[in-house]
């Protein structure tokens, strides 16, 4: 962290970037983005680019663990394979200068999530499991 601190004051950003500790009110950050980056190179299921869908923010992700579960490719989020720092930048700069790419890959995004992991379709899928007769 404090290198990453120490660049961005080296750089003249620290007006235009702030760091955080948790956020309780994530709806409130996600409110401020253009896009949601994750540069992970480990991931389980990421809950935050669930999150960033819902809010109607298209991704730029490394394609790590489970992350190819909770987007859609070339739809909702563009990917690169881990530590592939040429194809994640190339990612992020088509979406940064794309207004029209944005806003596609935002309606998608929300659309893919509300479809597959709202309340109502995590609570039929889950009724289906418990009531399979499949142990």
């Known amino acids: 962290e404090q ?3 120490t660049y961005v004051k080296a750089k003249n950003l620290d007006q235009k970037i702030t760091f955080t500790s948790w ?11 253009d896009i949601v980056a ?13 999150e960033a869908q819902a809010a109607s923010k298209p991704i730029v992700s490394t394609k790590v663990g ?15 394979k881990s530590a592939d ?11 940064v200068e794309s207004k029209p790419l944005r806003d596609q890959f935002s309606g998608a995004a929300q659309k893919f999530v509300f479809d597959r992991f709202s309340y109502q379709v995590l609570t039929r899928e889950m009724q289906k499991l418990y009531l399979s007769e499949k142990v």
Not at 66 to 79: F, H, P, Y
């Open 85 to 95: 720092i040429a194809s994640f930048t190339k990612n992020l700069i088509q979406l």
């Open 23 to 33: 956020i309780r009110n994530i709806e409130w950050a996600y409110a401020g983005l």
């Open 3 to 5: 290198e990453l601190k």
């Open 38 to 50: 994750l540069t992970s190179l480990n991931e389980g299921t990421p809950v935050s680019l669930i």
């Open 66 to 80: 489970g992350i190819q579960d909770v987007v859609l490719e070339g739809q909702s989020a563009l990917l690169s």
